[in-house]
């Protein structure tokens, strides 16, 4: 039976299957394929999205197919598809230019006399064109091994290739297989990923860390700080007993600090009342409002390390993060983070949807590649939390720690430990870890050092590290991480200096309570 041909009345939205290869064909022209982190393909003449028809689409259970068909006059030839994340595909033209954008997971191209031209994120695709000449054109990046060499097959035949080198085939999320006899021309850019990409490798974590140490420098300098703590406008009155009456009527700022408090043995104190807290602005006293833990949402981060070595675990790590995700209340929002196949993956933004998250969980990456945890842990923070100062953010990592550092092995973080932690100081989120122990089936003192570290991250952010003997075994753990988590309030006050002249104020919260320890961040900039 011949697959159905469907002729479009406009630009051509499919779902894609889940990973469903799509096939993209056009004898007539040439094709523009950019993938998008959407659910959709997209697919239309080119310069006409409104065009009522030129493309027929057929979907097998082997591949979701789109043909170019012959254009009418005044029509282009050209196409553009826009495909999803991770949804390998083909494309085929005669004499077409083929031109690929973005982070492509598999793709393989053919083509006897079109032009290529690839913009690529270099650092984790592996090229593999052979063409049977030479191109009379050729433009590589500078900075990039790549190389375009002939390999003679017999007298008087053949075959050029262009391939560039990983240092680590681990590193490589897609590849490009291209099958060329005598193209025009190839072109060959670098693609920059978006910090807003769901899926990174871990080496963009050097940038993240840089930013939250070029913010500390700033502070210690005086200059303006993106991304901290910052007051927030209401058009509201003043607390009773405010020394400014001439602020009653005009709008106030108003600045919010999430604190945590334990006692001398490091157990979280629950239930304290305003009266308790003391917090000065630059030494002066200020009026404060206390928002009862329970009464204050909070954004969880929750990060599953689901490298090669965990692949047994993966349903009790599905089961950890549905429990966790029943941990959040009605109010709190979580979002899902996963290190797979070395590189960082964003799951689920922050949600309060809780059976959203629960579907995901469903459909977990399988556990590949390295293990550049501590690279990943920095990328989860960027993500979301980085944009939410002063509210009440937490990391929770389910992990051995063993980041290839310690073990010597392929796809190491970038960075070191030390580096991360220093970092971490900035960090307005506090990670918990949840160290499973059974990472020390490795040997080699691998599970301590890496409990060493975890520990310092958890201690610099104002966390706590959690000990579980392997993924299975977590449950005892996760009632004292929920007090543990409950236990951070969150104090907003007015402050009574209202000039906000982007100036760094310092800020000292105190609990009136012997023993009592406080957490939380040194101030803000009033800007």
């Given amino acids: 039976m011949r697959p159905l041909l469907l002729l479009l009345s406009a630009s051509l939205l499919v779902a894609a299957a889940r990973a469903q290869p799509v096939a993209i064909v056009n004898e007539h022209g040439g094709v523009s394929v950019e993938v998008i982190p959407e659910a959709y393909v997209r697919a239309s003449r080119s310069g006409s999205p409104e065009s009522r028809d030129g493309i027929a689409t057929s979907r097998s259970p082997a ?13 282009s030839a050209d196409i553009e598809v826009r495909v999803p994340l991770g949804v390998p595909y083909s494309v085929r033209t005669r004499d077409g230019a083929i031109r690929l954008t973005g982070m492509v997971r598999r793709v393989r191209i053919q083509t006897a006399g079109g032009a290529i031209k690839l913009d690529v994120p270099l ?28 390999e003679t097959i017999r007298p008087r035949l053949r075959i050029w290739t262009l391939s560039n080198f990983l240092r680590s085939r681990d590193l490589a999320y897609g590849v490009i297989d291209g099958r060329l006899d005598s193209p025009a021309a190839i072109s060959v850019r670098d693609w920059e990923i978006p910090r807003s990409w769901p899926v990174k490798p871990h080496t963009l974590a050097s940038g993240a860390v840089e930013r939250l140490l070029a913010s500390a420098a700033r502070r210690k300098r005086g200059g303006p700080q993106p991304g901290t703590t910052r007051p927030t406008r209401e058009a509201a009155a003043r607390p009773s007993g405010s020394e400014s009456e001439a602020l009653f009527t005009s709008e106030v700022r108003m600045v919010s600090m999430s604190v945590a408090v334990a006692d001398s043995g490091g157990r979280p104190l629950t239930g304290l009342a305003r009266e308790a807290f003391v917090v000065e602005e630059d030494g002066r006293r200020q009026d404060i409002r206390v928002v009862d833990p329970d009464e204050s949402p909070f954004n969880m981060a929750i990060l599953l390390d689901l490298s090669g070595s965990t692949s047994v675990d993966l349903e009790h790590m599905r089961q950890a993060a549905e429990r966790l995700i029943a941990m959040a209340g009605p109010r709190d929002r979580v979002a899902l983070y996963a290190m797979s196949g070395s590189m960082f993956r964003r799951l689920s933004s922050l949600t309060s949807d809780r059976d959203a998250l629960l579907e995901r969980c469903e459909r977990l990456p399988y556990p590949t590649g390295g293990s550049p945890i501590w690279d990943t842990i920095a990328l989860v923070y960027d993500d979301e939390l980085a944009l939410r100062s002063g509210e009440r953010n937490a990391v929770v990592v389910i992990s051995d720690g063993i980041d290839n550092r310690i073990s010597g092995q392929s796809v190491p973080s970038n960075l070191r430990a030390r580096r991360l932690t220093q970092a971490a100081g900035e960090m307005d989120a506090r990670i918990y870890p949840i160290f499973l122990l059974s990472g ?63 100036t760094w104020r310092r800020v000292r919260i105190k609990v009136e309570l012997p023993g009592a320890q406080v957490r939380a961040r040194p101030g803000y900039f009033a800007d």
């Fill in 440 to 502: 020390e089936r490795f040997g080699r003192g691998w599970s301590a050092r890496a409990r060493t570290r975890m520990e310092a991250l958890a201690q610099r952010t104002g966390g706590r590290l959690f000990a579980a003997r392997s993924v299975a075994d977590i449950e005892p753990v996760l009632p004292a991480l929920a007090r543990e988590m409950r236990s951070v309030y969150e104090i907003a006050y007015y402050p009574a200096n209202q000039d906000f002249d982007g």
């Fill in 63 to 75: 591949q979701l197919l789109f043909e170019a068909l012959p254009p009418a006059e005044g029509e």
């Fill in 123 to 150: 650092e984790v695709t592996r090229l593999n064109i052979q063409t049977m000449r030479r191109p009379p054109s050729l433009a590589l990046p500078a900075g990039r091994k790549l190389t375009f060499l002939a």
